[in-house]
């Protein structure tokens, strides 16, 4: 019996098998994903870059990451299909643009456990010379990884794979328990902050703007804002797997950016509070003080709180691999699901006896461990990781204003009211934050897209050599060009992080508003016809259904 025949057959006889996350369950996956180590350095780089108007930096940038994340509460329940963000838009554009946003979202994810590594060391420095603070080429100070702490977060990656081939799904089952502790250490910081010591002068003294508008939006996309709250995809990526898309998937969306949202402002307005004047007296850029390198354990010290900084430093292990163990997964997944595509090498979709897609997890390993290199502190690797990741989502509102041209009738659970209006903000959003994470590390990311250019001309040779008939669909994913192209321009042109200056706060607005509406103008233009689409639906849901049996290791 073929493995698509007992696919069906096991759906038949007992279909609740694939359905078995419910609303809470779905909601905490998403929630227990966002809550890694960004907020342990969040409050603290944000008050860097925006002073007491950071607190408007992490308002903002939840209503951005909303506005992408409600793109894909309609998709998720239109196509609840495990891996969707890849998957999406393959359906709607075909084989290339799954391929770039396939390449990008593998990139991104790849990226997630080397700096939850990076964030449990920087902390763990106050018990051995894990990392030493340095100051880069802009002024501002960052942990980097030592030669002992490059040891340690080597081991700590092998770790997470081990784990992860033996054991994930008993982690899996005590992840709902780990994100009532991540809950719990951010509410008992927030309220021991705020009642301990709150000097409401704080947000004045130095003016409530110190670095205006230009220091608020950087922080969104440099300080761990936006990373922050990235893991809200995860209530898509389980999409296939809840017992009722249509009330949990926007659940899961919406309720955990805006319970997050909520959380992370509250601390930002008790990390502010609770520093001396002396700590600010300076400004706010050059906020300072002792065992900085773990900001929020030394804030409780400072306070006297030594059983809150104890809990802190356990914190920073638990929720960083927590989170970890998550996407060293779901890295795996991705070039699992590309190899599975035609869009990689076959060896990446073959699974061990117990299912796992090894050789990927293994892949995820070693490029993790050379992303060290060029970043080696968690302040340098997270501009990266939060421009790769938006940029994989960016693609989302396209698909959504494609889709409702191509298949009208598709039965939509949950349906974004205003035509084209959300869509369209969201996608103009993800281009903004990636502009605001500057060039210097934006270049990074461009050569690791060319990169992925390159690989895609090897595999469409691969493809001819083989007399494979590899559908690649060029024309529907055109727009991906200009786009990307566009987007490294008005980087290099900025006066962000590097960039040449010639673009500012007030023209660039404007000018990447025009540029957001001419792509998703082209990519409505170019979509795929709609018998072509419904037959990618028919092969997705294929896929999804035999990806399904192999991963979970049943036989």
């Excluded at 700590?279 to 850029?285: D, E, F, T």
């Excluded at 970890?324 to 595509?341: C, D, E, F, P, W």
Aim: hydrophobic share 50%; net charge neutral.
């Amino acid at each position: 019996m073929s493995a698509e025949a007992q696919v069906r057959e096991r759906t038949e006889e007992t279909p609740e098998l694939r359905r078995h996350v419910g609303r809470i369950g779905l909601l905490f996956a998403s929630v227990g994903s966002i809550i890694g180590s960004g907020w342990l350095f969040g409050a603290m780089n944000a008050s860097q870059a925006a002073g007491p108007a950071s607190v408007i930096s992490w308002a903002l940038g939840g209503v951005m990451i909303l506005l992408i994340g409600l793109c894909y509460a309609e998709l998720g329940t239109m196509f609840p299909l495990s891996g969707g963000v890849v998957r999406f838009p393959h359906i709607a554009f075909g084989s290339f643009a799954s391929f770039v946003t396939g390449w990008i979202t593998w990139v991104a994810c790849m990226s997630v456990a080397p700096i939850e590594v990076e964030g449990a060391l920087q902390y763990a420095t106050k018990y051995a010379p894990f990392t030493e603070k340095h100051t880069v080429a802009d002024g501002s100070s960052v942990h980097t990884l030592t030669g002992l702490g490059l040891t340690f977060a080597v081991v700590a990656m092998a770790v997470f794979v081990v784990i992860n081939y033996v054991g994930i799904k008993w982690f899996a089952r005590v992840n709902n328990a780990l994100v009532w502790w991540k809950l719990a250490i951010i509410l008992v910081v927030i309220v021991s902050f705020l009642f301990t010591q709150f000097h409401g002068e704080n947000f004045t003294s130095q003016g409530f703007k110190p670095a205006g508008w230009h220091g608020v939006f950087t922080a969104i996309a440099t300080s761990g804002i936006v990373f922050s709250y990235l893991g809200f995809r995860q209530g898509i990526e389980l999409a296939g797997e809840t017992d009722n898309p249509r009330r949990n998937v926007p659940l899961a969306v919406v309720g955990s950016v805006l319970l997050t949202a909520l959380i992370y402002v509250l601390l930002q307005v008790a990390f502010i509070g609770a520093l001396a004047p002396d700590n600010i007296a300076k400004g706010w850029s050059n906020v300072n003080f002792t065992d900085d390198f773990g900001p929020l354990a030394a804030v409780a010290s400072i306070l006297g709180l030594s059983w809150l900084a104890v809990l802190l430093y356990i914190d920073a292990i638990v929720s960083p691999a927590d989170t970890g163990l998550i996407y060293i997964t779901v890295t795996s997944r991705i070039s699992y699901a590309m190899a599975k595509n035609g869009n990689a090498p076959e060896v990446l979709g073959r699974t061990s006896s117990r299912g796992v897609p090894l050789v990927s997890m293994l892949l995820s390993f070693v490029v993790g461990l050379v992303l060290f290199l060029p970043f080696p502190s968690w302040q340098q690797l997270v501009g990266f990781i939060t421009s790769a990741t938006v940029l994989s989502f960016g693609s989302g509102p396209l698909v959504l204003a494609a889709m409702r041209r191509q298949i009208p009738h598709q039965e939509r659970p949950f349906r974004l009211p205003g035509g084209h209006v959300i869509p369209f903000l969201g996608f103009w959003s993800s281009n903004m934050i990636v502009y605001w994470t500057g060039w210097e590390t934006n270049l990074k990311l461009f050569l690791a897209v060319l990169i992925g250019f390159g690989l895609l001309a090897v595999t469409n040779l691969v493809h001819r050599s083989r007399g494979d008939s590899h559908r690649w669909d060029w024309k529907a994913g055109s727009w991906y060009v200009p786009w990307l192209l566009g987007l490294a321009l008005f980087s290099w042109m900025s006066d962000y992080g590097g960039g040449k200056g010639w673009l500012h706060f007030g023209s660039a607005l404007p000018v990447m508003l025009v540029f957001s509406a001419a792509v998703y103008a082209l990519a409505y233009s170019v979509r795929l016809d709609t018998p072509t689409v419904e037959g990618y639906i028919e092969e997705s849901r294929r896929e999804a259904e035999i990806e399904e049996k192999q991963l979970s290791g049943a036989h």
